[in-house]
């Protein structure tokens, strides 16, 4: 559904507590190997990303974390050394100089730790951006060949949404956590070789206490990311309301309808559902990690008095009590920081599966030949549609039946049919937008799905009913036609003369560059629906296309410039085929070919006048508008 559709009504549902379980949880050896064989599997996409990216990237973040795993041991024992040599200075056993020597050690620390802290924040800032650019450039580069047919399906909708959403941070955000597990690491490794001079058990005592943090938060991150999942489609709907409201060309009927309102009690009553939820969630997962924080407090704080209990017992001095107690605190605050990275990254790479299941979604509008078959350009083409059927993806209702039919060289031929009588899409299949699900059609004599999809989409000049306006010059708007030329002048003003454009191009402030639309440009100018028209059709005579297909291309131009614009495709087409869909027939009567369509089948085939003596259906609808018109010149003249 466009944006311009209805909004689908909000299914009432209660069901927001229980996102379903990933099927196979419960088969636990099989689910675990998986687990851990994607988990790397995808932990290694994202290094490939950010590899990809700027290889710098990786060594500065590898060089950061082994400092900051070090740092803290470091820091550890000048702290140490400092109050040890206070103590002695106190007692006279050694000098100020002592003291002193370690003061400055203290402050250089200090400063590099600092520095190292504006490297670090620097680096993840600037690489960031790169990866997160690097990441939408590879979704638009994926999204350039998506096949049309995939923007029928809800799901991939939910796929290209969470792509997007989690191609921002998370990378970098999983990149981080691994390098900072890494420096846990190397931290608890210090600290456990300094510790297990006075017992080896103490670090094995702190790292049973990680154990339930590493729990809870591996199961709520999953949760975490499974409930995301399941309310994907809420967030795209908020997203939806949000859009409809801020979009410019909804914005006349959305106020005059006192739309308003409405699209955002909808998008508010989305939100509940979707934070209600998620709420729960956040909560559920703190008071678990409050609980364990109060155990693991209390068997901390007794590991302090056995520290302590050396002190008074003269086996340490004052200097290492600290020492001992820091290398504790540091050793209980990397195994939660390990835990929470891992979890961190864990989950990621959860949220990147969306990505990666959106890069692998697979083209099917290929060409079926391992060498692809290249069509001749510049000569007249043959096309024919032989038993074709189609039903879009995703629906059971065939919108096309058993379609037989033959385009000729130089033909100009005229789709006629009343709305929804499958028009528009007997052309997306003959531009192989999309694939016929029954029968195949010839281009000069070979299935089409044998050539190269991109020479085939060269071969069409076209204009759809929903035609582009771009946000760019006049100039730019008619180049669109065909982007691999380089803009010349003249052919510009021929294809702006031949849509008879012209006349209003040259009216405007600066002509063929002057900004379109005011989404950028102060001094953007705002065109009348047919000017924008007329522009669409100097975009496709600006193309050099073999075969012409003007969907509806008259709909917003009055009767004199459709007439106009019809008399130059004559002049212009030469051995061209052309293909229209027109609403007034008036223009159907000089076609070499009328096909009628009704519900997805043709019903009759032949010039006007073969069709009016067949006395049918185009017979019918013919003489319903020239009736019309005929009252309408009366009235005219009555007046
Ligand atoms: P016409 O151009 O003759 O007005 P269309 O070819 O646009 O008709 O539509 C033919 C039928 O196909 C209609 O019933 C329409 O609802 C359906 N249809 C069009 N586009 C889609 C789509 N993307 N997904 C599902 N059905 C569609």
């Given at each position: 559904?466009?944006p311009?559709g209805?909004?689908?009504p909000?299914?009432?549902?209660?069901d927001?507590l229980?996102p379903?379980k990933?099927?196979?949880?419960?088969?636990?050896?099989?689910?675990?190997?998986?687990?851990?064989?994607d988990?790397f599997?995808r932990?290694?996409?994202i290094?490939k990303?950010?590899?990809?990216?700027?290889?710098?990237?990786?060594?500065?973040l590898?060089?950061?974390?082994?400092?900051?795993?070090?740092?803290?041991?470091?820091s550890?024992?000048?702290?140490?050394?400092?109050?040890?040599?206070?103590a002695?200075?106190?007692?006279?056993?050694?000098?100020?100089?002592?003291?002193m020597?370690?003061?400055?050690?203290?402050f250089?620390?200090?400063?590099?730790s600092?520095i190292l802290?504006f490297i670090d924040?620097?680096?993840?800032?600037?690489?960031?951006?790169?990866?997160t650019?690097?990441?939408k450039?590879?979704?638009?580069?994926?999204?350039?060949?998506i096949d049309?047919g995939?923007?029928d399906?809800?799901?991939?909708?939910e796929?290209?949404?969470?792509?997007n959403?989690?191609?921002s941070m998370r990378?970098?955000?999983?990149?981080n956590?691994?390098f900072n597990?890494i420096?846990?690491?190397?931290t608890?490794?210090?600290?456990?070789?300094?510790l297990?001079?006075?017992g080896?058990?103490?670090?094995?005592?702190?790292?049973?206490?990680g154990i339930?943090?590493a729990?809870?938060?591996?199961?709520?991150?999953r949760?975490?990311?499974?409930?995301?999942r399941?309310?994907?489609?809420?967030?795209?709907q908020?997203?939806y309301?949000?859009?409809?409201?801020?979009?410019k060309?909804?914005?006349?009927?959305v106020?005059?309808f006192?739309?308003s309102d409405t699209?955002?009690d909808r998008?508010s009553?989305?939100f509940?559902?979707?934070f209600?939820?998620?709420k729960?969630?956040?909560l559920?997962e703190n008071?678990?990690?409050?609980?364990i924080?109060?155990?693991t407090?209390?068997i901390?704080?007794?590991?302090?008095l056995?520290v302590?209990f050396?002190v008074?017992?003269?086996?340490?001095e004052?200097?290492d009590?600290?020492m001992?107690?820091?290398?504790l605190?540091?050793?209980s605050?990397?195994?939660?920081?390990?835990i929470t990275?891992?979890?961190?990254?864990f989950?990621?790479?959860?949220?990147?599966e969306n990505v990666i299941r959106?890069?692998?979604?697979?083209?099917t509008i290929v060409?079926?030949?391992?060498?692809?078959?290249?069509p001749?350009?510049?000569i007249?083409?043959?096309?024919?549609?032989?038993?074709?059927s189609f039903k879009?993806p995703?629906?059971?209702k065939?919108?096309?039946?058993?379609?037989?039919l033959?385009?000729?060289?130089g033909?100009?031929?005229?789709l006629?049919?009343?709305n929804?009588a499958g028009k528009t899409?007997?052309?997306k299949l003959l531009?192989?937008?999309?694939d016929?699900t029954e029968?195949?059609?010839?281009?000069?004599?070979y299935?089409?799905k044998?050539?190269?999809?991109e020479e085939?989409?060269?071969?069409f000049?076209i204009?759809f009913?929903d035609?582009?306006?771009?946000?760019?010059?006049v100039k730019?708007?008619i180049?669109?036609?065909q982007?691999d030329?380089e803009i010349d002048?003249?052919?510009?003003?021929?294809?702006?003369?031949q849509?008879d454009?012209?006349d209003?191009?040259?009216?405007?402030p600066?002509?063929?560059?002057?900004p379109?639309?005011?989404y950028?440009e102060?001094?953007g100018?705002?065109?009348?629906?047919g000017?924008?028209?007329?522009?669409?059709?100097a975009r496709?005579?600006?193309?050099?296309?073999?075969?012409?297909?003007?969907d509806e291309?008259?709909?917003?131009l009055?009767?004199i410039a459709?007439?106009?614009?019809?008399?130059?495709f004559?002049?212009?087409?030469?051995?061209?085929?052309t293909?229209?869909?027109?609403?007034?027939?008036?223009?159907?009567?000089?076609?070499?070919?009328i096909?009628?369509?009704?519900?997805?089948?043709?019903?009759?085939?032949g010039?006007?006048k073969q069709l009016?003596?067949?006395?049918?259906?185009?017979?019918t609808?013919f003489?319903t508008?020239?009736?019309?018109y005929?009252?309408?010149?009366q009235?005219?003249?009555?007046?």
């Amino acid at each position: 559904m466009g944006p311009g559709g209805m909004p689908p009504p909000l299914r009432p549902n209660n069901d927001h507590l229980k996102p379903p379980k990933p099927k196979g949880i419960k088969e636990l050896p099989g689910y675990i190997k998986k687990l851990t064989g994607d988990f790397f599997g995808r932990l290694l996409y994202i290094f490939k990303l950010v590899w990809e990216t700027r290889k710098w990237i990786f060594f500065s973040l590898l060089f950061i974390a082994v400092l900051r795993g070090i740092l803290p041991i470091v820091s550890a024992y000048i702290t140490a050394q400092l109050i040890n040599n206070l103590a002695r200075a106190y007692n006279g056993t050694v000098g100020l100089d002592s003291v002193m020597f370690w003061l400055v050690l203290q402050f250089v620390y200090l400063f590099i730790s600092k520095i190292l802290g504006f490297i670090d924040t620097m680096v993840t800032r600037i690489s960031g951006e790169l990866v997160t650019n690097h990441i939408k450039v590879k979704i638009l580069k994926k999204a350039k060949e998506i096949d049309l047919g995939r923007f029928d399906i809800p799901e991939f909708y939910e796929k290209l949404e969470n792509a997007n959403r989690e191609a921002s941070m998370r990378p970098l955000q999983i990149l981080n956590s691994t390098f900072n597990a890494i420096s846990s690491s190397i931290t608890i490794v210090s600290f456990v070789v300094l510790l297990w001079s006075i017992g080896p058990w103490i670090p094995l005592v702190l790292a049973l206490l990680g154990i339930p943090t590493a729990i809870v938060n591996f199961v709520f991150r999953r949760k975490n990311v499974n409930y995301m999942r399941f309310r994907s489609k809420d967030r795209r709907q908020m997203e939806y309301y949000s859009g409809l409201m801020t979009n410019k060309d909804l914005a006349k009927e959305v106020r005059l309808f006192n739309l308003s309102d409405t699209f955002i009690d909808r998008f508010s009553n989305v939100f509940k559902r979707y934070f209600s939820g998620l709420k729960k969630l956040i909560l559920k997962e703190n008071i678990w990690n409050i609980s364990i924080t109060l155990i693991t407090v209390i068997i901390n704080c007794l590991l302090f008095l056995f520290v302590a209990f050396k002190v008074t017992e003269g086996e340490l001095e004052i200097g290492d009590y600290t020492m001992y107690t820091g290398a504790l605190n540091s050793i209980s605050a990397s195994v939660t920081a390990i835990i929470t990275s891992t979890a961190t990254v864990f989950e990621g790479t959860l949220f990147i599966e969306n990505v990666i299941r959106f890069m692998k979604d697979k083209k099917t509008i290929v060409s079926s030949l391992e060498e692809p078959r290249i069509p001749q350009r510049h000569i007249g083409h043959t096309i024919e549609f032989k038993n074709v059927s189609f039903k879009y993806p995703g629906t059971d209702k065939f919108v096309l039946k058993n379609i037989n039919l033959t385009l000729n060289p130089g033909e100009t031929a005229v789709l006629v049919g009343l709305n929804g009588a499958g028009k528009t899409t007997l052309i997306k299949l003959l531009t192989r937008l999309y694939d016929p699900t029954e029968g195949v059609i010839l281009l000069d004599g070979y299935d089409i799905k044998e050539y190269s999809p991109e020479e085939v989409y060269d071969l069409f000049g076209i204009i759809f009913q929903d035609f582009g306006k771009y946000a760019v010059s006049v100039k730019e708007n008619i180049a669109f036609g065909q982007v691999d030329k380089e803009i010349d002048d003249e052919s510009i003003e021929a294809a702006a003369t031949q849509s008879d454009s012209l006349d209003f191009i040259k009216k405007l402030p600066a002509s063929f560059d002057t900004p379109l639309m005011r989404y950028f440009e102060e001094k953007g100018i705002e065109l009348s629906i047919g000017q924008w028209q007329k522009l669409s059709v100097a975009r496709a005579f600006y193309a050099d296309s073999d075969i012409l297909i003007l969907d509806e291309p008259t709909a917003s131009l009055d009767a004199i410039a459709e007439q106009e614009i019809f008399n130059q495709f004559d002049e212009l087409r030469k051995d061209k085929l052309t293909l229209f869909v027109s609403h007034r027939l008036s223009s159907a009567t000089t076609a070499s070919k009328i096909i009628v369509l009704m519900d997805g089948q043709i019903v009759e085939e032949g010039t006007h006048k073969q069709l009016m003596e067949l006395n049918g259906h185009y017979y019918t609808l013919f003489s319903t508008q020239a009736q019309r018109y005929i009252s309408s010149l009366q009235e005219d003249t009555n007046e």
